[in-house]
T-cell receptor
Framework: QKEVEQNSGPLSVPEGAIASLNCTYSDRGSQSFFWYRQYSGKSPELIMSIYSNGDKEDGRFTAQLNKASQYVSLLIRDSQPSDSATYLCAVKGSGNTPLVFGKGTRLSVIA | DAGVTQSPTHLIKTRGQQVTLRCSPKSGHDTVSWYQQALGQGPQFIFQYYEEEERQRGNFPDRFSGHQFPNYSSELNVNALLLGDSALYLC???????????FGQGTRLTVV
């Protein structure tokens, strides 16, 4: 059973701080890793993808991948109240395997 | 460029009834995947369609079936609805199964 684990939170950070969201996965054959943001009552929105070990930066977001530790994280710098949402980690294996999602971490940015 | 569109956005059905949900993929995408998301949970994979064939299937009963049309749009059918089928149903499209997947706005199904 392929699993993706996330701390459900809520993770509360003050406005302007760095939010750090973490995810571990069980399938060592996983090759693609994604972070989705989901506002309450809305559908998931893709914000980051990462495929190789190391860091990938996009604006205020940085995704970090460590395949040896089976660990992927998302850093949000200068957190804003509008970043308050549930962040879903999704992992994909090789070939036609589907995305496997964690349960998500709820982030609350306090003004 | 239209993104992934789903219809209807909300639906209320009675236990035992049947429902059909529809999805049009993002322009240029040929692969459609369906997910069920219960409250407080991550999306759970139902199945994936490519070239009008079901290519992958998750751990869902045969009451869940689907179809993909030549224009890549897709339908999800659920028969003999149960109260536990109440959830947000999400459609995601991608260019084959190797690239990033983008979700539609979802269909909120309530079974009463």
């Amino acid at each position: 059973q392929k699993e993706v684990e996330q701390n459900s939170g809520p993770l509360s950070v003050p406005e302007g701080a760095i939010a750090s969201l973490n995810c571990t996965y069980s399938d060592r054959g996983s090759q693609s890793f994604f972070w989705y943001r989901q506002y309450s009552g809305k559908s998931p929105e893709l914000i980051m993808s990462i495929y190789s070990n190391g860091d990938k930066e996009d604006g205020r977001f940085t995704a970090q991948l460590n395949k040896a530790s089976q660990y992927v994280s998302l850093l949000i710098r200068d957190s804003q109240p509008s970043d308050s949402a549930t962040y879903l980690c999704a992992v994909k294996g090789s070939g036609n395997t589907p995305l496997v999602f964690g349960k998500g971490t709820r982030l609350s940015v306090i003004a | 460029d239209a993104g992934v569109t789903q219809s209807p956005t909300h639906l209320i059905k009675t236990r035992g009834q049947q429902v059909t949900l529809r999805c049009s993929p993002k322009s240029g995408h040929d692969t459609v995947s369906w997910y069920q998301q219960a409250l407080g949970q991550g999306p759970q994979f139902i199945f994936q369609y490519y070239e009008e064939e079901e290519r992958q299937r998750g751990n869902f009963p045969d009451r869940f079936s689907g179809h993909q049309f030549p224009n890549y749009s897709s339908e999800l059918n659920v028969n003999a609805l149960l109260l536990g089928d109440s959830a947000l149903y999400l459609c995601a499209s991608s260019l084959d199964s190797f690239t990033e997947a983008f979700f539609g706005q979802g269909t909120r199904l309530t079974v009463v």
